[in-house]
């Protein structure tokens, strides 16, 4: 009898960590459309793009990448776009944290403001930064042809995403885990770093891989704005149409390759951020 208690609570345990398939016909053909679909709108382009890089042979690829106003363009993109990311990290967490957690006149207002980056088409978005930030500007800041408008008009098309990602998990965090903390002498800085953070910390991690993803590649908002000057304002998506417009889709899938192994990159680092900072909490 002794022997084989734990011989069956190995086995049971075994069986409990063991993966179970639970696909049934039809879920199993639901995950077919699903692969289907997200290849046709996804997989399939991104191969496409590869291979047109591909297609003008390493050399092309490498005398693309390192031309002067090429490696400028890519540089200014993702700096500005690093920039706008870690900005929409700490601002994006302050105002989802007030929209949750603070009761004022003018909330639902704010909330639904939140969502116009989302709403304009992105030209629109141009045409409203430019006036009010451009020659005439009611505001008297004129940042128009400046590296500054590419951070403005980055800034302005990335704010959602940070905050939509963390209010609804701020919305479902229970506030007895911060009271306990409390009660245990905590003070509301080590409450909110060993309590709330670690469980906001995945939610901020995919906002700001979705905020840079969508900073690196934004072309409307910021084309009246920062006009597109060489070695100064412009931008790896400016870049890329010229190279199309000149017939030369080698170059344009080069710089699109190298921009979406950029991105890839930073979304991975951003996951293994996200998951060394739960694990510490």
Do not use: K
């Given at each position: ?17 063991s ?18 679909w997200f290849?046709l ?5 991104l ?7 591909a ?9 693309t ?15 500005m776009a690093a920039a706008?990311t870690?900005?929409?990290?700490i ?12 009761r ?19 030209i629109?978005?141009g ?17 128009a ?16 995403f940070?905050v ?7 919305e479902?965090?229970e ?11 905590a ?11 670690p ?9 700001a ?7 690196v ?10 006009g ?23 170059a ?5 390759t ?5 991105s890839?990159?930073?979304?991975v ?10 694990r510490?909490?």
């Open positions: 009898m002794t022997t084989a208690t734990p011989l069956v609570e190995r086995s049971a345990t075994s069986r409990r960590r993966p179970r398939n639970t696909l049934t016909r039809s879920s199993g053909l639901g995950l077919g459309i699903a692969v289907l290849s709108l996804v997989l399939i382009p191969c496409a793009v590869v291979v047109t890089a297609e003008g042979g390493p050399q092309t690829f490498w005398n990448i390192t031309n002067d106003q090429t490696w400028a363009a890519i540089r200014l993109t993702v700096l706008v870690v900005v929409n990290a601002m994006g967490t302050l105002i989802a944290w007030v929209l949750v957690r603070d004022f006149w003018g909330r639902g207002v704010l909330d639904v403001l939140i969502d116009i980056p989302f709403a304009l088409p992105t629109v978005a045409l409203v930064l430019l006036s009010l930030y451009g020659t005439d500007s009611p505001l008297g800041i004129d940042v042809n400046q590296p500054s408008s590419v951070f403005l008009a980055y800034l302005f098309v990335t704010l959602p940070v939509r990602t963390v209010q609804p998990v701020l479902e965090l506030g007895d885990v911060e009271e306990a903390a409390a009660s245990l002498g003070s509301r800085l080590t409450t909110f770093r060993r309590v709330i953070l469980s906001l910390t995945p939610a901020i991690a995919a906002g891989a979705l905020s840079f993803a969508r900073g590649s934004e072309y409307g908002a910021l084309v009246l704005l920062s597109n000057l060489p070695f100064h304002t412009e931008v790896t998506s400016v870049r890329i149409l010229g190279n199309i417009e000149n017939n030369n889709l080698a344009a899938g080069s710089v699109a190298l921009l979406l192994l950029i890839l990159t930073v979304i680092l951003l996951d293994v951020l996200q998951r060394r900072v739960a510490r909490g």
